[in-house]
Nanobody, 124 residues
Framework: QVRLIESGGGSVQAGGSLRLSCAAS????????GGWFRQTPGKEREFVAA????????YYGDSVKGRFTISRDDAKKTMYIQMDNLKLADTAVYYC?????????????????WGQGTQVTVSS
């Protein structure tokens, strides 16, 4: 059974930092591209960042470029996103996802497996 479990969410003041982790099990994680998405009530899921197998290629959404950094540790079967200089607009539920069928993708439909999400709340 494939599972992706996010952790590291919480509440932080604007300008602060958080690091989210996504621990994978039930799959050979190194064979999968990874992605982070976020969603707020009433809005569509928004692309945050993606990383290819072996971490060679990384993409970021325009709203997080320069502030967020995606990475992976295949030995630990874990993907991360370091979020710095957080803004109120970053408040959302953050989801990690894994794809075996794409090198990297900003499209949520390309990801086969999803975590349950972790809440990030940024306050002033």
């Amino acid at each position: 059974q494939v599972r992706l479990i996010e952790s590291g969410g919480g509440s932080v003041q604007a300008g602060g930092s958080l690091r989210l982790s996504c621990a994978a099990s039930g799959l050979t994680f190194s064979w999968y591209a990874g992605g982070w998405f976020r969603q707020t009530p009433g809005k569509e899921r928004e692309f945050v960042a993606a990383i290819s197998r072996q971490g060679v290629i990384k993409y970021y959404g325009d709203s997080v470029k320069g502030r967020f950094t995606i990475s992976r540790d295949d030995a630990k079967k874990t993907m991360y996103i370091q979020m710095d200089n957080l803004k109120l607009a970053d408040t959302a539920v953050y989801y990690c996802a894994a794809s075996h069928t794409t090198a990297t993708s900003q499209n949520a439909d390309d990801y086969e497996f999803w975590g349950q999400g972790t809440q990030v709340t940024v306050s002033s």
